[in-house]
């Protein structure tokens, strides 16, 4: 994010790149940093005939180069935009004749999304070297909280960590989506609103009494009867509740639990850096550690590895998702 941040600060202060390479597995900060390009790099009256979009599935490296190379009208420089770039994979490297001799009143921006070119490769050095080369790498889910956090900031809101944690376990790391879904709760709420997780369940459509998060809570105090409750509302609901994700965050909490059991330093700080939690939800593991002994959660993450696969219909294919969610309980408490 500082490094997207540093780019768009360059072109603000009119140090603009000739040639952006932008590239990488999160698709979110190619798209930001095109859409500002888009949207800045020209004044308005420009860009009717100084702007082109391109698609990748749709021209050539020819297409592009032969765009790239003509010169502005009544502009200083023109720009020349190609989304889904990553469709041009087999014939990338014909880029180079381009990068070698570039036209400077051109700013030409590559949208490869999802793929990276290999740094080693000559076509990247050359990139690099004459323009600027952009990796967009996924973020780990563990940082996609403070991510959260940070972005809500900026635009004048705040947080309470129980919604950022609904956020995160319902979307993972996807910043695209999570993105979505907070620009449709500033549209809802006041600047300055802290996000509860009642906004999240009346906006974007997450129980917040009936989710994996409560799910795991009521594991670790062993509380059965919440636990069952919340089992049936999924049973009910299987759509939104699929049994495979379901198990998944119940078999990754307790790999924590475990986890936490083999800490030597069990200062809080150091078991959310370890567990990749926040710090906010340390407590609720400290309850799990008491709850199960080492011993009984090696025998549960075993356990979930089995129905695991059953809820994959491997060798159980006459099993509902209600038979598996009561079998997983049962693993658990007895």
Known sequence: MDEVVKIINDIKAGNIKPIYFLMGEEPYYIDKLTEYIEDNV??????????????????????????AKRYPMMADRQVVIVKEAQELVRTIDKLESYAENFQETTVLVMAYKYKTLDKRKKLVKLLDKVGLVFESKKMYENQVGTWIQ????????????KANAMLVEFLGNDLSRI????????????????ISAKDIEENIGFSKDFNVFELQNALGAKNQLKAYKIAQYFADNPKDNPMVVTTSLVFSYFVKVLKYHGLKDKNPKNVASA??????????????LKNYPMRKVSAIVAGL????????????????NHDLLKEMLVTIFN
């Open 42 to 67: 020209l004044q308005e009256h420009e860009r009717d005939f100084n702007q082109t979009v391109l698609y990748g599935r749709d021209v050539t490296i020819e297409d592009i180069v032969g765009n």
């Open 150 to 161: 940070r972005v809500l900031q900026g635009k004048g809101y705040s947080i309470e960590p």
């Open 179 to 194: 993105s979505n879904e907070l620009n449709k709760l500033q549209i809802i709420l006041p600047k300055g609103h802290t």
């Open 275 to 288: 567990l990749g939690i926040s710090p906010f939800f340390v407590k609720d593991y400290d309850v799990a």
């Open 305 to 320: 590895r089995d129905i695991d696969v059953k809820s994959k219909g491997v060798g159980a294919t006459s099993l509902s």
